[in-house]
């Protein structure tokens, strides 16, 4: 049970030390590589931090252009009246990707 608590510690440690950085850069843009991803192994011990890789880029057909986009992007999309199965076929069929989730107003609901 200490092995768990120390962890635990540890790592909530490092989550505010990330929002720490978030909080303070509130007034200019986040990059990926002000952030930092951390793996643990405190039975060796070994603490290693590292910049957090970016997605993966691919190309869309949005509206007649040509868009990249990566899994972190976000897409509004305007369907006046669409049901969620006219949605999700919207995005099968003309942006070529399944959804995995979906949320409105900051709330996930799917």
């Known amino acids: 049970i200490p092995a768990i608590s120390t962890t635990t510690a ?12 978030l909080a303070g850069m509130a007034q200019r843009k986040i990059r990926a590589r002000d952030l930092r991803n951390t793996f643990l192994n405190l ?9 957090p890789a ?10 007649g252009r040509q868009k990249d986009v990566t899994e972190w992007d976000l897409i509004d999309l305007h369907l006046k009246n669409a049901t969620l199965k006219q949605m999700l076929k919207h995005f099968r069929k003309h942006l070529g990707f399944s959804v995995s989730s979906i949320s409105v107003d900051g709330n996930w609901t799917l």
Do not use: D, N, W
């Open 10 to 21: 540890v790592v909530g440690g490092l989550i505010c030390l990330e929002l720490y950085k």
């Open 43 to 51: 039975a060796l011990p070994f603490v290693t931090m590292s910049e």
């Open 54 to 63: 970016h997605p993966k880029k691919r190309t869309i057909l949005i509206q």
